[in-house]
């Protein structure tokens, strides 16, 4: 059978599956690696609860509470950042690292991010961002600029502790996380001033 005639046999059965019953979306929805809160929805505008306080910015800098499902069998350990690709500085900003999160955590409580959290899980640690100092940071993007875009990623990682202290720079983290990621998933929040 020629390659054109195998390509049209497969766009035909493709075509019928969707009048036979087959719902493309439910199947591919089930088992994936996912993250969500209830303070921020995926693409819409962080509330001034999430958003810095300081820089000019008065927000009351809680951290949003974030929930997973679906940790990727071989999972070890789970890392939570947040990140803004389009701060101003050539590298993006870090606002919020916790490592050594167990593999069966299914997420982290609103407010984890205080410096001084009583709520991460037993084992968790926030490291340093680019505010200078452990804990959560809010949006706080410079005045009359572009929306911002804050992803919350969930990292499902093939080892069970990284090897960084409370001090160690965002950069470290992301250089591990390159290595020992098995899956990612993500929630983006949008954010301007």
Request: glycine share 10%; proline share 6%.
């Amino acid at each position: 059978m020629s390659a054109r005639k195998t390509l049209m046999s497969f766009v035909i059965v493709f075509a019928l599956s969707g009048t036979m019953g087959f719902n493309n979306t439910s199947w591919a929805a089930e088992g994936v690696f996912t993250v969500n809160s209830p303070e921020i929805t995926e693409s819409s505008f962080i509330t001034q609860e999430q958003v810095f306080a300081g820089f000019g910015c008065s927000g009351k800098n809680i951290s949003p509470e974030l929930k997973w499902e679906n940790v990727p069998a071989g999972t070890k350990s789970i890392t939570v950042t947040a990140y803004d690709p389009d701060a101003p500085t050539g590298s993006g900003w870090w606002h919020w690292i916790v490592v050594n999160i167990a593999a069966d955590s299914k997420g982290l409580a609103k407010g984890a991010g205080m410096a001084d959290s009583k709520t991460l899980p037993e084992g968790a640690m926030q490291v340093r961002t680019d505010f200078g100092a452990p804990g959560y940071g809010g949006p706080c993007p410079p005045e009359g600029d572009h929306a911002h875009r804050y992803f919350f990623n969930v990292y499902a990682l093939d080892v069970e502790r990284l090897d960084v202290d409370e001090n160690a720079a965002p950069a470290l983290v992301g250089f591990y996380l390159n290595f020992h990621t098995i899956a990612k998933a993500s929630l983006m929040g949008l954010y301007r001033r």
